[in-house]
């Protein structure tokens, strides 16, 4: 709150102390908007967004073009941050598939300039479940002011508002109590008609590890064994040693991935993350190309045969 008011005032100070250099029309042919944040992707928790430009006076007059009532986003607003240079918009949260736009006048309406803006699609990123056993989904463009809904394995279902990136299953029908226990499900939100992908969670599944393969130190691909919540790779991330390596493909059970080289024989961390769940343990590397670490190649039994069967000789000509 404090902070809040000292930005208020330091605004209001600057705005008041730093004198325009551009009082009328006339005297501004440098007149410019910095057009980088045209075309602006908002959260749908709202967005305040910064644009730069040179002379545009005190003031300016945003005109929000609405395409959409005030609840699924309209009412944008512009203002000037720093006389001459600074702009700040401000777009409410909402949700919708329409493009909006603001045309802001600048200089007693001898210059314009338009920004054009629509909201980020929806991105389902993990689940958790919550103490009361209710299903969140976690993610992105979920609607923060209207009740959203998951389609889950084609069924639509109720769920919260967005809190923090996340909503909860609030239907009276809870498909969770029906689903089979490690089966597939895929989820898909619709937020006011922006669809996300669709991504394949194993619900009911702890993110673990099983057993642990021994890597070769020049690098190379391996496969894990454990438990992995979900088939969407992109929603996994493994490290080895510090280094994020690619996933090739996983499913519940096995993850297969491509990952670095290291110098030195020995143990590494590893570590998986699935939103906010994390594992971590150690991994092995070897060198394969060093055989007898491994067990005794067909050459090494045929050198053991050799000095087994000398020796018997030798032991042979003593006797004699
Ligand atoms: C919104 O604008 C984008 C590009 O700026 C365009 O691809 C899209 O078709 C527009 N959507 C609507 C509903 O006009
Ligand atoms: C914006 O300014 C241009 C000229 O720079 C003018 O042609 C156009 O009509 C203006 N747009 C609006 C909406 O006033
Ligand atoms: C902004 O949207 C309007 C209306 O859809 C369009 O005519 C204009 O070209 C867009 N501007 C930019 C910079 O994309
Ligand atoms: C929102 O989520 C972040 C990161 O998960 C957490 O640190 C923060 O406390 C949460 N805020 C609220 C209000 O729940
Ligand atoms: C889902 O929400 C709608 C209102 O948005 C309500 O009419 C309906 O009864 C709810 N369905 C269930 C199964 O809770
Ligand atoms: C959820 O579904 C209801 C009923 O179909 C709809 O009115 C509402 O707009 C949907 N919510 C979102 C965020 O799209
Ligand atoms: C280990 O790497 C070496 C060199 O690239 C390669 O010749 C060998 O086949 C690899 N071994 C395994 C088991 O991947
Ligand atoms: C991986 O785990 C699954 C399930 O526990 C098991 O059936 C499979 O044999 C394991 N594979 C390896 C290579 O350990
Ligand atoms: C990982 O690779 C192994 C061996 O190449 C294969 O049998 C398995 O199906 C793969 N797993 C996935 C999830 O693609």
Same mark, same amino acid.
């Given at each position: 709150?404090?902070?809040?008011?000292?930005?208020?005032? @330091?605004?209001?100070?600057?705005?008041?102390?730093? =004198?325009?250099?551009?009082? $009328?029309?006339?005297?501004?042919?440098?007149?410019? +908007?910095?057009?980088?944040? $045209? *075309?602006? %992707?908002? *959260?749908?928790?709202?967005?305040?967004?910064?644009?730069?430009?040179?002379?545009?006076?005190? $003031?300016? +007059?945003? =005109?929000?073009i609405i395409v959409e009532n005030n609840i699924n986003g309209g009412g944008a607003s512009v203002k000037v941050l720093v006389p001459d240079s600074k702009l700040e918009i401000d777009i409410p949260a909402g949700q919708s598939n329409k493009n909006f736009t603001i045309i802001a006048y600048f200089l007693n309406y001898n210059y314009n300039h338009t920004f054009n803006y629509t909201y980020e699609?929806?991105?389902?990123?993990?689940?958790?479940?919550? =103490?009361?056993?209710?299903?969140? @989904?976690?993610?992105?463009?979920?609607?923060?002011?209207?009740? #959203?809904?998951?389609?889950?394995?084609?069924?639509?279902?109720?769920?919260?508002?967005? +809190?923090?990136?996340?909503?909860?299953?609030?239907?009276? @029908?809870?498909?969770?109590?029906?689903?089979?226990?490690?089966? /597939?499900?895929?989820?898909?939100?619709?937020?006011?008609?922006? +669809?996300? =992908?669709?991504?394949?969670?194993?619900?009911?599944?702890?993110?673990?590890?099983?057993?642990?393969?021994?890597? #070769?130190?020049?690098?190379?691909?391996?496969?894990?064994?454990?438990?992995? /919540?979900?088939?969407?790779?992109?929603?996994?991330?493994?490290?080895?040693?510090?280094?994020?390596?690619?996933?090739?493909?996983?499913?519940?059970?096995?993850? #297969?991935?491509?990952?670095?080289? %290291?110098?030195?024989?020995? /143990?590494?961390?590893?570590?998986?993350?699935?939103?906010?769940?994390?594992?971590?343990?150690?991994?092995?590397?070897?060198?394969? /190309?060093? $055989?007898?670490?491994?067990?005794?190649?067909?050459?090494?039994?045929?050198?053991?045969?050799? @000095?087994?069967?000398?020796?018997?000789?030798?032991?042979?000509?003593?006797?004699?």
């Amino acid at each position: 709150m404090i902070k809040l008011l000292i930005s208020i005032l @330091i605004i209001y100070l600057i705005n008041n102390l730093v =004198e325009s250099s551009c009082s $009328d029309f006339e005297n501004c042919p440098t007149f410019f +908007i910095d057009s980088s944040n $045209d *075309n602006i %992707v908002a *959260n749908t928790y709202g967005s305040v967004i910064t644009v730069n430009g040179v002379d545009f006076g005190t $003031d300016v +007059i945003g =005109e929000t073009i609405i395409v959409e009532n005030n609840i699924n986003g309209g009412g944008a607003s512009v203002k000037v941050l720093v006389p001459d240079s600074k702009l700040e918009i401000d777009i409410p949260a909402g949700q919708s598939n329409k493009n909006f736009t603001i045309i802001a006048y600048f200089l007693n309406y001898n210059y314009n300039h338009t920004f054009n803006y629509t909201y980020e699609k929806p991105i389902v990123s993990s689940f958790t479940f919550k =103490e009361s056993g209710d299903l969140s @989904i976690i993610g992105k463009g979920f609607s923060y002011k209207i009740d #959203n809904n998951i389609t889950l394995n084609g069924q639509v279902y109720n769920a919260s508002k967005a +809190i923090n990136g996340s909503i909860t299953l609030t239907d009276s @029908i809870n498909p969770t109590k029906y689903l089979d226990q490690g089966g /597939k499900f895929e989820i898909i939100i619709n937020v006011a008609g922006q +669809i996300s =992908e669709p991504v394949t969670f194993y619900l009911f599944e702890q993110l673990s590890l099983k057993t642990t393969p021994k890597l #070769n130190i020049t690098g190379g691909k391996s496969t894990l064994n454990g438990s992995f /919540k979900t088939s969407s790779t992109n929603l996994l991330k493994l490290k080895i040693n510090g280094i994020i390596c690619e996933i090739e493909s996983v499913n519940s059970n096995n993850l #297969n991935f491509t990952y670095p080289s %290291v110098t030195k024989i020995g /143990k590494y961390p590893i570590t998986i993350s699935f939103g906010d769940d994390l594992i971590s343990s150690e991994i092995e590397y070897i060198n394969f /190309k060093d $055989d007898s670490d491994e067990r005794p190649s067909n050459s090494n039994v045929l050198s053991l045969s050799f @000095i087994l069967i000398s020796s018997l000789l030798f032991i042979q000509k003593l006797l004699i």
